[in-house]
Every structure is written in structure tokens, then in C-alpha cells.
């Protein structure tokens, strides 16, 4: 999800929602949680999802759905939790996780987004 092209959207979608949040002084209601700790105690769900894995959590329903439509081969669902729970990362996703692609095979129009881009968007870093 963090390195596909059929996803190559999704960064612009973060960071356009991330933009609107600070200029409307709204606080951030979603992040990125790579391998979520929550997964483990859903056995039936961690086994119909590509490991390692990242999850998109945030409180706010009508936004879940949209990112939702947005991206492909994604999992819908809900936890619940204290917040330090839902967000919680069995294991980071390193910058140089994915290889880098061959430029030239690369066709878009814009260049691919720089490695680690997904770390903006970790609990905590809304300042980022």
C-alpha cells in the first residue's frame, strides 16, 4: 500500500488532508500504523491481509469510507481501544523497505514519492 502504484495516490490524499486540518485548526483524526498490534487479536482478519501491513486509523466514519474507495485491495473494519492501543505498530516499515524503481520502466508523468514518506503520518508526528 505504502509502495504501490495503484495506491501512488494515497500520499497526496494524506497530505492534502493533513494541510486542510492546519489551516482549518482542526486536529489531526487519522494516521498511518504500520503492522498494527491490533491485528493479533483478530486472527481471521490478520489472515486475509498481505503481511507485513499498514493500516489507516482514524475517527472519523465518512473519511474511513473514502479512503476506503480511494485505495485498492484494502480491509474495512473497526477496533476498539484506548487510542495507545489502536495505534500501536508491532514493527515499523523501514525508508528502504521497497526496492527502488527502475527508472526506466517508471512511467508516470511525476516522480515516485521519496522513501519514508508513510513516517509523516505515524502517531506522533502530526507536527511533521
Same mark, same amino acid.
Given at each position: 500500500?505504502?509502495?504501490?502504484?495503484?495506491? =501512488?495516490?494515497? /500520499? @497526496?490524499?494524506?497530505?492534502?488532508? $493533513? $494541510? +486542510?486540518?492546519?489551516?482549518?485548526?482542526? =486536529?489531526?483524526? +487519522?494516521?498511518?500504523?504500520?503492522?498494527?498490534?491490533?491485528? %493479533?487479536?483478530?486472527?481471521?482478519?490478520?489472515?486475509?491481509? $498481505?503481511? /507485513?501491513?499498514?493500516?489507516?486509523?482514524?475517527? %472519523?466514519?465518512?473519511?474511513? %469510507? +473514502?479512503?476506503?474507495? $480511494?485505495?485498492?485491495?484494502?480491509?474495512? &473494519?473497526?477496533? =476498539?481501544?484506548? &487510542?495507545? @492501543?489502536?495505534?500501536?505498530?508491532?514493527?515499523?516499515?523501514?525508508?528502504?523497505?521497497?526496492?527502488? /524503481? %527502475?527508472?526506466?520502466?517508471?512511467?508516470?508523468?511525476?516522480?515516485?514519492?521519496?522513501?519514508?514518506?508513510? @513516517?509523516? +503520518?505515524?502517531? &506522533?508526528? =502530526?507536527?511533521?
Amino acid at each position: 500500500m505504502l509502495h504501490d502504484e495503484n495506491n =501512488e495516490h494515497f /500520499p @497526496e490524499v494524506l497530505r492534502e488532508r $493533513r $494541510r +486542510f486540518y492546519r489551516e482549518t485548526s482542526k =486536529e489531526q483524526d +487519522f494516521w498511518i500504523v504500520p503492522n498494527p498490534a491490533f491485528l %493479533d487479536a483478530m486472527p481471521d482478519v490478520k489472515k486475509k491481509v $498481505r503481511q /507485513p501491513c499498514v493500516a489507516v486509523v482514524t475517527t %472519523d466514519k465518512v473519511w474511513n %469510507d +473514502f479512503v476506503k474507495l $480511494r485505495l485498492d485491495r484494502v480491509y474495512k &473494519g473497526a477496533v =476498539e481501544g484506548t &487510542g495507545v @492501543e489502536c495505534l500501536k505498530s508491532n514493527e515499523l516499515i523501514a525508508k528502504d523497505a521497497f526496492k527502488a /524503481p %527502475d527508472p526506466s520502466k517508471w512511467t508516470a508523468p511525476y516522480l515516485k514519492y521519496a522513501p519514508g514518506w508513510w @513516517e509523516a +503520518f505515524y502517531p &506522533g508526528n =502530526e507536527d511533521a
